[in-house]
């Protein structure tokens, strides 16, 4: 059981560059989130998913899109990367609602945007 | 704006003492409270959830002051490996699918 995977682990990105952060989980979880993390800062959600095809945005989801075509993954993709993207992504699952339920974390993902 | 405001740390506390972290919050309408622990570079795992009666968990205990709207976490006989940085979470409101994050305290246990 590898819980709450993310690839890559790191990524330098050039300015209007694109990429897709990808996140799977193994525990049959319905609910899944996008988090950012800046330095010094608490964690800031971009979007969230109840279910396979069903998204929504968090606190900050601007320049960030995000689909989900299976219950196991919930891939993010930034468009034309800007700096203050530049921070640590957090995946996260639960089995039910966020507020109820323990969030499991992935390891995380750390891009750089220059 | 809903806020979560906690200690900003960093605590430096000696092996063996009891430390303790506070944390407030801006919306009354909060239903579930949390402490998690993030370890440098790592990603946050659930510490435990706070009751509104408090709860105890081994050397930690949680409370919550509904009225006061705060939250505290205690920290009996600190370990070494108790050295993280101690995030308090909140979620918005009944229904709301939404947590809220503090910037977190940072406790180092010397030796």
């Known amino acids: 059981n590898a819980g709450v995977t993310q690839t890559p682990k790191f990524r330098i990105l050039k300015i209007g560059q694109s990429m897709t952060l990808q996140c799977t989980q193994d525990m049959n979880h319905n609910y899944m989130y996008w988090y950012r993390q800046d330095p010094g800062m608490g964690l800031k959600l971009i979007y969230y998913s109840v279910g396979a095809g069903i998204t929504d945005k968090g606190e900050v989801p601007n320049g960030y899109n995000v689909s989900r075509s299976t219950t196991e993954d919930f891939p993010l993709r930034l468009e034309l990367a800007a700096p203050s993207q530049t921070s640590v992504y957090f995946c996260?699952?639960?089995?039910?609602?966020?507020?109820?339920?323990?969030?499991?974390f992935g390891p995380g993902t750390r891009l750089t945007v220059l | 704006r809903k806020e979560v405001e906690q200690d900003p740390g960093p605590f430096n506390v000696p092996e063996g003492a009891t430390v303790a972290f506070n944390c407030t919050y801006s919306?009354?309408?909060?239903?579930?409270f949390f402490w998690y622990r993030q370890d440098c570079r790592k990603e946050p795992k659930l510490l435990m959830s706070v009751y509104s009666s408090g709860n105890e968990d081994g050397r930690f205990t949680a409370q919550l002051n509904r009225a006061s709207q705060y939250i505290s976490l205690l920290i009996r006989d600190s370990k070494l490996s108790d050295s993280a940085t101690y995030l308090c979470v909140v979620n918005y409101g009944a229904g709301s699918y939404q947590l809220t994050f503090g910037k977190g305290t940072k406790l180092s246990v010397i030796p």
């Open positions: 996260a699952s639960s089995p039910a609602r966020a507020s109820y339920n323990e969030q499991f």
């Open positions: 919306n009354s309408a909060s239903q579930s």
